[in-house]
Antibody, heavy 116, light 107 residues
Framework: QVQLVESGGGVVQPGRSLKLSCAAS????????MHWVRQAPGKGLEWLAV????????YYADSVKGRFTISRDKSKNTLYLQMNSLGGEETAVYYC?????????WGQGTLVTVSS | EIVLTQSPGTLSLSPGERATLSCRAS???????LAWYQQKPGQAPRLLIY???SRATGIPDRFSGSGSGTDFTLTISRLEPEDFAVYYC????????FGPGTEVDIK
């Protein structure tokens, strides 16, 4: 069955960096575009970034463009999100999701807390 | 950027009643690339509807989507206890954006 498992969350100081991972299994990872979406506590969903199935195209939300980098490693069936210059307002649960028609499978998320 | 507005913010209904949720886009959503998701507390979102009106795999037929252009609707024909949750619309025709959500709670 399709599984997406995020990791790498934790407490990070404002202005610092963090790299999230999303391990995929149960499907042919290299055939699907993948996304990152976040949700601040008690708030709605915010789309962050997408990477094409082969990694050749990447698109970002304006709020993270230039600071976040999405990437993938097909040999490890893993999606990544490198986050730099984190701000306090970026405390959230970060989800990875698979794209077919819309986002059909989601991981359970990893919590990132930006705090000094 | 396409901005999505959802109404109402909260919908208070009883089990067995019909729920009608609205999603309005600031400009036309190309090819009706509009999806609906359900989210329960502590859980990841779950895809319900894609392409404005197609049900995702395993979604009960009491959930239906309709609309085109800038106005879309999610209808739950008869609310079951497990349907009380927050519902988000998302457009994926021009980049990707989510609406702010509609909470369906028990009256």
């Amino acid at each position: 069955q399709v599984q997406l498992v995020e990791s790498g969350g934790g407490v990070v100081q404002p202005g610092r960096s963090l790299k999230l991972s999303c391990a995929a299994s149960g499907f042919t990872f290299s055939s699907y575009a993948m996304h990152w979406v976040r949700q601040a506590p008690g708030k709605g969903l915010e789309w962050l970034a997408v990477i094409s199935y082969d990694g050749s195209r990447k698109y970002y939300a304006d709020s993270v463009k230039g600071r976040f980098t999405i990437s993938r490693d097909k040999s490890k069936n893993t999606l990544y999100l490198q986050m730099n210059s984190l701000g306090g307002e970026e405390t959230a649960v970060y989800y990875c999701a698979r794209e077919t028609e819309a986002l059909d499978y989601w991981g359970q998320g990893t919590l990132v807390t930006v705090s000094s | 950027e396409i901005v999505l507005t959802q109404s109402p913010g909260t919908l208070s209904l009883s089990p067995g009643e019909r729920a009608t949720l609205s999603c309005r886009a600031s400009q036309s959503v190309s090819s009706n690339y509009l999806a609906w998701y359900q989210q329960k507390p502590g859980q990841a979102p779950r895809l319900l509807i894609y392409g404005a009106s197609s049900r995702a795999t395993g979604i009960p037929d009491r959930f239906s989507g309709s609309g085109s252009g800038t106005d879309f609707t999610l209808t739950i024909s008869r609310l079951e206890p497990e349907d009380f949750a927050v519902y988000y619309c998302q457009q994926y025709g021009s980049s990707f954006t989510f609406g702010p959500g509609t909470e369906v709670d028990i009256k």
